[in-house]
């Protein structure tokens, strides 16, 4: 009976032990479980045989990755009445040109900032993943000016440090300092044919002249929903809604001489944005295709895992703490109890196999 109760008691401390060293392995975080801490970003600018240097980019943290092809705006820009659900390619980059002059009239401060370098070249590091709206300057050699097309890209990842290279698209155009051209600014209403009590009778729009206020005109049917003036074509020109109607969104798009104000219902729109000082959609979308375009690539991103870590300037995996939030100490001392109860059940084992014998 008493060698019963001795065997008994061996596999008991086994088994203690086995649980004792499962439950540490349990403590241990999941490896590629965790979200990436910070992603590496390159912007290559260059149109055929030009290097663009010396041209600034602003960086914008604007949304998170919700499903797939939908975001939500945080932050600066979460009040904005812009849809991001359901983007395709062309909705994707309306929403970065419509992103990209909220950001430039409202003057929100960017998350990161730098200049290409000779090669036309610029890497950005230690970003926080999310969704990012590039803003580039534009750059004039001689008589030809190249302007950037605002960009949105998701810097999000699992696992370690990624890296991210783009090529932005340019609109390239001529100009002549001096010259005076002819602008217009059409308002257009979309998705909204059983809901004419929703549309404003009178809207206003505000035109900006290289960030300034330049004219408050009024639209309404009786104009068209348009408005020409004549400017310098040099000018950094934007147009504004200076209230979006509720339940609507916007979108603007423009070449050199024509402004685009979309308004689309819809029943969850965002809340309506009312500008106080300034506020503004951006100038990159062609409505008529009267530019030049290059065959410079479109704007695609390339990402690569790094190994080892990734980027300079990002942490080392093994100096982390769990994700659980649990704390490491804990860990080795479960391990080495669990195995100071096999061994423990082990020996009884043994001399009750001695003493059967």
């Given at each position: 009976m008493q060698k019963k109760l001795v065997r008994?008691?061996?596999?008991?401390?086994?088994?203690?032990?086995?649980?004792?060293?499962?439950?540490?392995?349990?403590?241990?975080?999941?490896?590629?479980?965790?979200?990436?801490?910070t992603c590496s970003l390159t912007?290559?600018?260059?149109?055929?045989?030009?290097?663009?240097?010396?041209?600034?980019?602003?960086?914008y943290r604007v949304g998170e990755h919700v499903e797939d092809h939908t975001y939500v705006l945080t932050g600066d820009f979460a009040d904005y009445p812009v849809s991001m659900e359901n983007l395709t390619d062309k909705a994707m980059q309306d929403a970065a040109d419509t992103l990209e002059n909220y950001a430039v009239l409202d003057k929100i401060e960017p998350d990161d900032t730098g200049v290409t370098d000779e090669s036309g070249m610029l890497t950005v590091d230690s970003l926080k993943p999310g969704l990012y709206l590039l803003s580039g300057t534009s750059k004039t050699i001689g008589y030809t000016e190249y302007i950037p097309s605002a960009i949105?890209?998701?810097?999000?990842?699992?696992?370690?440090?990624?890296d991210f290279t783009a090529y932005p698209k340019y609109r390239v155009q001529d100009t002549l300092s001096g010259t005076v051209v002819r602008f217009?600014?059409?308002?257009?209403?979309?998705?909204?044919?059983?809901?004419?009590?929703?549309?404003?009778?009178a809207l206003k729009v505000s035109i900006y002249q290289d960030e300034d206020l330049y004219e408050e005109v009024t639209l309404t049917e009786e104009n068209d929903w348009s408005y020409t003036w004549n400017g310098?074509?040099?000018?950094?020109?934007?147009?504004?809604?200076?209230?979006?109607?509720?339940?609507?969104?916007?979108?603007?798009?423009?070449?050199?001489?024509?402004?685009l104000i979309v308004n689309t219902y819809e029943e969850k729109a965002p809340p309506s944005k009312t500008t106080t000082m300034t506020t503004t959609p951006s100038e990159t979308t062609v409505i008529t295709q009267t530019t030049t375009q290059t065959d410079q690539?479109?704007?695609?991103?390339?990402?690569?895992n790094s190994p080892g870590g990734g980027s300079s300037n990002s942490s080392n995996s093994s100096s982390r703490l769990p994700q659980t939030g649990?704390?490491?100490?804990?860990?080795?001392?479960?391990i080495g109890g669990g195995l100071v109860c096999m061994v423990i059940?082990?020996?009884l084992s043994k001399k009750h196999k001695r003493g059967i014998r």
């Open positions: 008994r008691c061996g596999m008991l401390v086994v088994a203690l032990g086995l649980m004792i060293c499962l439950t540490a392995h349990l403590c241990l975080p999941p490896v590629f479980a965790a979200e990436s801490e912007l290559v600018c260059e149109v055929e045989d030009v290097i663009l240097s010396d041209t600034t980019w602003n960086f949105l890209i998701d810097l999000t990842a699992d696992g370690e440090t990624f217009t600014v059409q308002k257009v209403w979309m998705n909204d044919d059983d809901q004419p009590e929703s549309r404003s009778t310098l074509a040099e000018s950094d020109w934007r147009v504004e809604e200076v209230e979006v109607p509720e339940n609507y969104t916007v979108i603007y798009r423009s070449n050199e001489q024509q402004y690539p479109p704007v695609t991103t390339m990402r690569t649990q704390l490491w100490w804990p860990v080795p001392v479960l059940g082990w020996r």
